[in-house]
């Protein structure tokens, strides 16, 4: 018989798993707690940095992981260890044995609102990088089709990189979504004045330079170092944005038809609920803490229990692509060691 | 007064910060009494937030860059504006306790 492999997390970490773990012979199951496969690449436009549709990445991975056992709308209720596997209870009553568990949650997208001086859910004119992609999928977003859109401007780093926000780090992929996302802009409204905020820029990437290097001279997406401090709404509902322009040592303020909030990611809150079901540890980010995060990024400190994608902690697609296709051949050696 | 006598950096080659030869004794000693003296990454949401900056052009973020720098006297002009109303304090993103910092730099730096 088939072993089992349960797989809490239907994104594209869970699904590229599945689909190297039944070419390898396994019987993956995937628990998805929404109500469709794909996670959060599922819900944006074009990938970084070649621009593939977003879509085709998660419709050949929905097509690969078809014989695969998937349980949308469920979540794991418990789970305890047997001699050598796992008893898991789903919410939709199913119990399940299974020698190995793969972790695949992903993360959270920070809650802007949070950060309560930039304005979101307040002034009309402020959206964020998730709502930007929304936009360009659907094209439907009141802030977008009502107003002109004369200027236009990214706030890098909210609630990463930010004590307050209690987190402070880097969520990694937000820097490159800019560039991603500004470029997008200026080729939908080539006349508007399209301005970056950053701290710092971090393009550690394959070919992530070349796009930055492109938004500055062939879309004049104009950056500025400096974080924004505070944002507030005239009477004519534009935004105004304070910084300081640190390279000038100069206070700054411009006037703009829309801010975009570069949201960042943050650990998923299911975390530390799974955690504790098999006392799994947590890092200090509140990301699930690997064995080791070089050699061993795929393993927990738990037998029969791996990790893959972002619920370990920011990645982007190709690695977490490359990671779960990982996580895929550990458990199997894992299996065949048993 | 210009910008460039604030903030002590001009063209002229006199101006090179020679980092062999910055002495670091006080800032070193105001590292043992503020921990988070090195942690500003240079963001400058305290000066852009700052209600003393617009007007005296005193920008905590260049006060910390010139002590750092060893360019004492700019920093300490430049504090003279300050009112410790902490405004900075809320939105460092380094959480650094800024007024709390910028005490300690009006005691240690005074002396001379
Ligand atoms: C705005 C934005 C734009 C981005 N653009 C790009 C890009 O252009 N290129 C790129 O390479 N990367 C991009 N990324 C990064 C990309 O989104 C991630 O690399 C990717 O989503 C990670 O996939 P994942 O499967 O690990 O996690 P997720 O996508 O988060 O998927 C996790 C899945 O697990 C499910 N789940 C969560 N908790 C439970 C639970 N308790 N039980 C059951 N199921 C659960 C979720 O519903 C979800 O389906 C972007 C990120 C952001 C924020
Ligand atoms: S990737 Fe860029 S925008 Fe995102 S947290 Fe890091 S520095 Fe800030
Ligand atoms: S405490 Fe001083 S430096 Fe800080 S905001 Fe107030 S006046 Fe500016
Ligand atoms: S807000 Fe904090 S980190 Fe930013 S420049 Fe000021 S002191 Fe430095």
């Given at each position: 018989?088939?072993?089992n492999i349960v797989i809490v997390g239907g994104g594209i970490a869970g699904m590229e798993a599945a689909r190297q773990l039944?070419?390898?012979?396994?019987?993956?199951?995937?628990?998805?707690?929404?109500?469709?496969?794909?996670?959060?690449?599922?819900?944006?436009?074009?990938?970084?940095?070649?621009?593939?549709?977003?879509?085709?990445?998660?419709?050949?991975?929905?097509?690969?992981?078809?014989?695969?056992?998937?349980?949308?709308?469920?979540?794991?209720?418990?789970?305890?260890?047997?001699?050598?596997?796992?008893?898991?209870?789903?919410?939709?009553?199913?119990?399940?044995?299974?020698?190995?568990?793969?972790?695949?949650?992903?993360?959270?997208?920070?809650?802007?609102?949070?950060?309560?001086?930039?304005?979101?859910?307040?002034?009309?004119?402020?959206?964020?990088?998730?709502?930007?992609?929304?936009?360009?999928?659907?094209?439907?977003?009141?802030?977008?089709?009502?107003?002109?859109?004369n200027a236009i401007g990214f706030v890098h780093c909210v609630g990463s990189r930010d004590e307050k926000a209690r987190n402070p780090q880097c969520s990694k992929v937000c820097c490159i979504t800019a560039?991603?996302?500004?470029?997008?802009?200026?080729?939908?409204?080539?006349?508007?004045?399209?301005?970056?905020?950053?701290?710092?820029?971090?393009?550690?990437?394959?070919?992530?330079?070349?796009?930055?290097?492109?938004?500055?001279?062939?879309?004049?997406v104009r950056f500025i170092r400096g974080r924004v401090s505070e944002v507030s709404e005239n009477i004519e509902g534009k935004v105004i944005v304070k910084a300081e322009d640190t390279l000038a040592g100069k206070p700054v303020k411009v006037t703009l038809d829309l801010l975009v909030l570069m949201a960042g990611m943050v650990c998923n809150p299911d975390c530390s609920t799974l955690a504790g079901m098999v006392s799994l540890q947590t890092d200090s980010d509140g990301f699930f803490k690997s064995r080791d995060n070089i050699a061993d990024i795929t393993s927990s400190s738990r037998d029969g229990i791996y990790y893959a994608g972002a619920c370990t902690g920011p990645k982007t697609v190709p690695e977490t692509l490359a990671e779960a296709r990982s996580a895929a051949l550990e458990i199997h050696s894992y299996i065949n060691r048993l | 007064?210009?910008?460039?006598?604030?903030?002590?950096?001009?063209?002229?080659?006199?101006?090179?910060?020679?980092?062999?030869?910055?002495?670091?004794?006080?800032?070193?000693?105001?590292?043992?009494?503020?921990?988070?003296?090195?942690?500003?990454?240079?963001?400058?949401?305290?000066?852009?937030?700052?209600?003393?900056?617009?007007?005296?052009?005193?920008?905590?973020?260049?006060?910390?860059?010139?002590?750092?720098?060893?360019?004492?006297?700019?920093?300490?002009?430049?504090?003279?504006?300050?009112?410790?109303?902490?405004?900075?304090?809320?939105v460092c993103p380094r959480g650094i306790n800024t007024r709390h910092l910028i005490l300690s730099i009006c005691k240690l730096y005074k002396e001379d």
């Open positions: 018989m088939k072993d039944l070419k390898l012979g396994y019987n993956p199951i995937i628990v998805e707690k929404s109500d469709r496969l794909g996670g959060h690449v599922a819900q944006w436009h074009c990938l970084f940095p070649d621009m593939t549709p977003a879509k085709d990445v998660v419709s050949s991975l929905i097509e690969a992981t078809g014989r695969a056992n998937i349980f949308l709308n469920t979540e794991i209720s418990f789970m305890n260890r047997l001699k050598d596997s796992y008893n898991i209870m789903l919410t939709n009553g199913v119990s399940v044995i299974a020698k190995v568990v793969l972790v695949t949650t992903g993360f959270s997208v920070f809650d802007a609102g949070k950060k309560e001086e930039y304005g979101y859910g307040v002034y009309d004119q402020v959206m964020t990088n998730s709502d930007l992609e929304h936009w360009f999928n659907d094209g439907n977003d009141d802030r977008i089709d009502g107003s002109e859109m560039v991603k996302q500004a470029i997008e802009i200026k080729k939908r409204f080539p006349d508007a004045m399209v301005y970056c905020f950053y701290m710092d820029l971090r393009m550690f990437g394959k070919k992530y330079e070349d796009f930055y290097i492109a938004a500055q001279r062939d879309y004049g | 007064m210009t910008m460039e006598n604030i903030f002590g950096f001009s063209i002229s080659p006199s101006s090179t910060v020679n980092l062999d030869n910055v002495d670091l004794t006080l800032f070193n000693r105001l590292h043992e009494l503020e921990p988070d003296a090195w942690k500003c990454m240079s963001c400058g949401s305290c000066t852009a937030t700052c209600p003393a900056g617009n007007f005296s052009g005193m920008s905590l973020r260049k006060v910390l860059h010139a002590l750092q720098r060893g360019k004492e006297k700019d920093a300490v002009k430049m504090l003279r504006c300050c009112m410790l109303c902490g405004k900075c304090s809320m």
